[in-house]
Every structure is written in C-alpha cells, then in structure tokens.
C-alpha cells in the first residue's frame, strides 16, 4: 500500500463519522422530536417577493435580536408562562429565527413542523395567541422595526392562528 | 325631574349590563372562561348609539375585551358640540364569546338656546334610548388575513324617543323605530388599514332624534356607512366617516354626516376618541359642524 492509499483510507475513516452519525448534532442541546418531513412549506406562509422587509427587519442579526427578546418576554409573560413550561426553547429559538428569515425573504430554509403539528395539545387559545404578538410587537418596536413593517410580518402570521387555537 | 329619572334609568341599565358582565366572569373560573385577550382597538369604540364602531360608524366588531372564551363590557361618555345644538350620549355594552354584543344607549339631543328660536323653548332637549343588539356571523376581521372575506356581522337598534308630540308637530310618523343592519369590518395589515362598510334598513330622521318617517317619505330606506382608519401604533388609529341618511320631513332637509377622527387606546380599558364631525343641517340650522369627543372604558 503506497503513501497515497494510506492518506486516502485515513481520510475515509475520518469522514465516516459524519455520514453515519445521529441526524441531529447539528442543533445540540435540542429534544428530540417525532420524525417529520421538513420542508418551506411548513413555514405557514409564502415568504415576501424581495429582501426589503428582511433589511426593515435589520437582516438575520435583527431577527436573531427580535426572536430572543420574544421568547424572553413570553417565558415571562404571566398570560402565557405556563405554555412555555417543559418546551425546547432551544429548539424554539432556532425555528423562530429560520421561520421569520424565510417568510421575509431573508432566503434560507425552514426546517421546523409545520404550524399545527408544532402546537398540538398545547390548548392555545385566543388570548394566548394574541399575548404573544403583544410580545412580538414589544420586541420588534425594541428592535426599531417601523410599526407598517411590523404588520406586514403579522398580517403573515395571523392567519397561522388556525392551526394554532385548537381551544 | 325627568333627566334626572332618566340618568337613573341609565344607571340602572348600565349596572345591570356590568353586574350581568361580572357575573359571567365571576362564572369564568367554574367555567375557565376567560377574561381580555382582544389586541387593542380591535374592538373598535362606542359609537354615537351606543354599539362598537367608529363615532358614526356601527362596524361588524362586537365590543369588550374579551374573546371567543370570555365576557367583556364597556362604557362611553360622548359629546358632540355643535353651533346650535349638543348632543350627550352615555353608552353601555357588553360582548358575549366575541360573537354576540347587547348595547344601550341615552342620547340627550340638547338644543339649547336654539329651542327659544325653534319656538321649543331654550334647553329643549330630545331624549333617546337606544336598545341595540349585534350578532357576528362570519369571517373574522383580524386574522383572515389571507383571505379578502371580512368579518360580517347582522344587528338591529330599537330607538324609543320622549318627544313624540313635537316628532308629529314637525311632520314625523312616530316617536320609534327600528334600524337593521349588515356591516362588514376587515383589518387589512400589510397596508394598516381598518376597512368598514355597513348598509343600514332605517326610518329614522336625524338617527331617530326627530323621530321616525315623514310627511315627505315614510318607508325604509336603505342607507350607507362607512370608515377607513389607518393604524399609526397600535395604540393610535387616525381616520373619516361618512354616513348617508333619508331625508323624510318637509319642514327641514337632512344632510349626510361625515367626520376626521383620532382614536387612542391608552390601554385595554380606556380609550378616547375625537372628531371633527360635519353634520350638515339640522332643524333647518345650516353647516353644523363641531367637536366630538368619546371616553371609553372596560374590560
């Protein structure tokens, strides 16, 4: 076996605990969920045509910023605390921010369940519903999103309460 | 004597529209009702006869802060001044699971030293109450945003006026009568506006105040109106009106009504509400043209 062999055997066994290694370490500290098929449909929505509400929303560090002042508020949120009691907020968080950075055109892909799978038998109900864009409100205003801007984000998730009021 | 009965009645009323309010949400725990919930200002505000809607308005929105999981209720005090005349009106309404709203309102159409001119006599004043009743029956006007079906919801007010004599004197067929309505309301979000058309059956004249039907014309009419409001904050909506209205007594002609108006939530249980309303002629004093104001509280 000459040098090159040698090399290139190496580099296969290196690579191989890749290939074959549980299909999620890419999002450590995330529960495992039911298996399900990913895809940009289960966003909710059709994302906006152009980027132009993805740079309103100051591009992914601004999602990043809104998303993480959201689920902080919410977790504290006495409305709503108790819905977010034993959920991955890990998971949540990165879901979140791929969610809204696809829906505003900000490209990439939604790799979380689709809305109604998400939220079963969490028993959301309206108020539930409408505390958490009180709170998303609260946190694009933080972030300096314009208030026309940030309805053009809600008018995208409001009709997401379908599948998300199962009470 | 007679006002002063009146404010009593309307006391009354709204104490028993609030305890039947309380009532349904000292129940809500046995029955984990629920109370707030609604985003501020989707239940629009009191309108001048006392059902949810804009100042002149009645929109397919059942007031309160509550949703299809609870009771809500509210309060207004409005005032319309006017050149020649002020109209108060105190208001009360409770909505039952976002689906069904009961209102009340008194209207005190003062004519003040109008009335010496009128030959009524100066502080003359027309009293009104408004029994109203608005049931949703689709769509909804917030989160169908997919969608260009409004929410649309069916009502009728039943308007008892004091001064029959002086309604018939003047021409009118009767002291009361009763509105039907369809309105339809639809919160367009990508452009934040507030859309709201509403077709009104209706013989009143003047909304009821100089009675009903007319020694000109004396059958229904179907009358239109209107709002569209843009939603500066969610706390603060700037907007116009426009209401047509018959035109059924010979002695004076009836002008639509049109209005500017600025609704600010402070929170979900106040909210005020000014206008600059042109209501045109009344009685036969022309460009009535003034300030109206609306304080709105509840739950």
Do not use: C
């Given at each position: 076996m000459n040098c090159f062999a040698l090399l290139a055997l190496a580099a296969a066994l290196m690579a191989a605990p890749a290939a074959f290694?549980?299909?999620?370490?890419?999002?450590?500290?995330e529960q495992t969920v039911d298996p399900y098929t990913p895809s940009n449909?289960?966003?909710?929505a059709r994302p906006m045509g152009d980027k132009a509400m993805f740079d309103a929303f100051h591009g992914r560090e601004g999602i990043s910023h809104i998303v993480d002042s959201l689920v902080d508020r919410a977790v504290a949120?006495?409305?709503?605390?108790d819905i977010f009691k034993n959920q991955d907020l890990v998971r949540l968080r990165r879901t979140l921010k791929e969610q809204f950075t696809y829906l505003l055109g900000g490209g990439g892909d939604y790799s979380g369940r689709d809305m109604k799978a998400a939220h079963?038998?969490?028993?959301?109900?309206d108020a539930d519903f409408n505390a958490l864009v009180e709170d998303l409100q609260w946190a694009m205003s933080k972030e300096g999103v314009p208030f026309r801007d940030q309805n053009r984000l809600l008018a995208l998730l409001a009709p997401m309460h379908r599948d998300v009021v199962t009470k | 004597m007679a006002k002063s009965f009146k404010l009593c009645v309307w006391a009354v009323g709204m104490a028993a529209a609030l305890g039947f309010g309380a009532l349904g949400a000292g129940t809500a725990s046995a029955q984990a009702l629920r109370e707030g919930g609604k985003l501020?200002?989707?239940?629009g505000v009191s309108n001048i006869e006392g059902a949810s809607g804009g100042g002149l308005a009645t929109w397919a929105v059942i007031g309160?802060?509550?949703?299809?999981d609870g009771i809500g209720a509210s309060v207004a005090a409005t005032d319309v001044h006017l050149p020649a005349y002020d109209l108060r009106v105190y208001s009360g309404k409770v909505g039952l699971y976002n689906r069904l709203e009961l209102s009340y309102a008194h209207q005190e159409f003062d004519t003040g030293s109008t009335g010496g001119k009128l030959g009524?006599?100066?502080?003359?004043t027309f009293d009104q109450d408004v029994y109203g009743a608005k049931v949703r029956?689709?769509?909804d006007a917030v989160y169908?945003?997919?969608?260009?079906?409004p929410q649309v919801a069916a009502g009728l007010q039943y308007k008892v006026n004091d001064k029959s004599a002086i309604i018939h004197a003047v021409g009118?067929?009767?002291a009361e009568g009763v509105d039907y309505y369809l309105a339809a309301t639809k919160l367009f979000l990508n452009e934040s506006l507030v859309v709201d058309a509403t077709f009104r059956y209706t013989k009143a004249n003047q909304t009821g105040i100089l009675g009903f039907?007319?020694?000109k014309h004396d059958a229904y009419s179907p009358e239109f109106e209107g709002s569209i409001g843009y939603l500066l904050t969610r706390h603060f909506v700037i907007g116009a009106e426009y209401r047509t209205k018959p035109d059924?007594?010979?002695?004076a002609k009836e002008d639509n009504w049109s209005d500017l108006f600025a609704a600010y939530a402070f929170n979900s249980h106040l909210s005020l509400t000014a206008a600059y309303v042109d209501t045109g002629s009344i009685a036969t004093f022309e460009n009535q043209r003034g300030l109206y104001l609306s304080l709105q509280a509840g739950f």
């Open positions: 290694a549980d299909p999620s370490p890419d999002h450590p500290g449909a289960n966003a909710g949120d006495p409305r709503i605390s079963k038998d969490m028993g959301i109900q | 501020l200002l989707t239940d309160g802060d509550e949703t299809k009524l006599g100066d502080g003359f029956l689709l769509g169908d945003q997919d969608s260009w079906l009118g067929k009767s039907g007319g020694d059924n007594l010979g002695f």
